[in-house]
T-cell receptor, first 111, second 116 residues
Framework: QKEVEQNSGPLSVPEGAIASLNCTYS??????FFWYRQYSGKSPELIMS????GDKEDGRFTAQLNKASQYVSLLIRDSQPSDSATYLC???????????FGTGTSLTVIP | ETGVTQTPRHLVMGMTNKKSLKCEQH?????MYWYKQSAKKPLELMFV???????ENNSVPSRFSPECPNSSHLFLHLHTLQPEDSALYLC???????????????FGSGTRLTVV
């Protein structure tokens, strides 16, 4: 089992729709969870962090965490073509005392 | 200049060459990292430095040799690489290396390395 799993996609949504990106992780003791956005040919950019169960909203982005299900998601409301990128999920594995990244989900927002 | 800068942006080297990647952070962070990003694979942690001291080496082959002369600069020295080492090498920094690691990383723009 991979430490952090993401659906590689590609995920395509029309402009204005909600994009839903999902991530599962193996270490039940994980404490910190992050979403990074990576445009093609660029470096990852931190866009959201979440530590507690529930939802955390920041503008058009909402991170959702369910530690019992070992599941973290990112919702992007009113998706824009500029949101087209690869989204990386990162989890701080307490057991291993380091971050693990998923392979990323490629999102395309169609105008 | 702000953030994390990496040079060069692109590098092509032969298997017998020796080259170095450079990373500089202007954020006042105490921890710096080297990651490898290959196609269809998760980011792989290579090295971690905290206050210029190496705190982690993730079973990286000896053909990769890191150096951290101060908390703002990080190098990755490369020699006798293999074609499978071709990848995007990312430098990152964070305020400090803690078990909580609540702040996430700031990544540099990366060096696209091709070994021929």
């Amino acid at each position: 089992q991979k430490e952090v799993e993401q659906n590689s996609g590609p995920l395509s949504v029309p402009e204005g729709a909600i994009a839903s990106l999902n991530c599962t992780y193996s270490d039940r003791g994980s404490q910190s969870f992050f979403w990074y956005r990576q445009y093609s040919g660029k470096s990852p950019e931190l866009i959201m962090s979440i530590y507690s169960n529930g939802d955390k909203e920041d503008g058009r982005f909402t991170a959702q965490l369910n530690k019992a299900s070992q599941y973290v998601s990112l919702l992007i409301r009113d998706s824009q073509p500029s949101d087209s990128a690869t989204y990386l999920c990162a989890v701080n594995m307490l057991r291993l005392d380091q971050f693990y990244f998923g392979t990323g989900t490629s999102l395309t927002v169609i105008p | 200049e702000t953030g994390v800068t990496q040079t060069p942006r692109h590098l092509v080297m032969g298997m017998t060459n020796k080259k170095s990647l450079k990373c500089e952070q202007h954020l006042g962070h105490n921890a710096m990292y080297w990651y490898k990003q290959s196609a269809k694979k998760p980011l792989e942690l290579m090295f971690v430095y905290s206050l210029e001291e190496r705190v982690e080496n993730n079973s990286v082959p000896s053909r990769f040799s890191p150096e951290c002369p101060n908390s703002s600069h990080l190098f990755l020295h490369l020699h006798t690489l293999q074609p499978e080492d071709s990848a995007l090498y990312l430098c990152a920094s964070s305020q400090d290396v803690t078990r909580d690691r609540r702040e996430g990383y700031t990544f540099g723009s990366g060096t696209r390395l091709t070994v021929v």
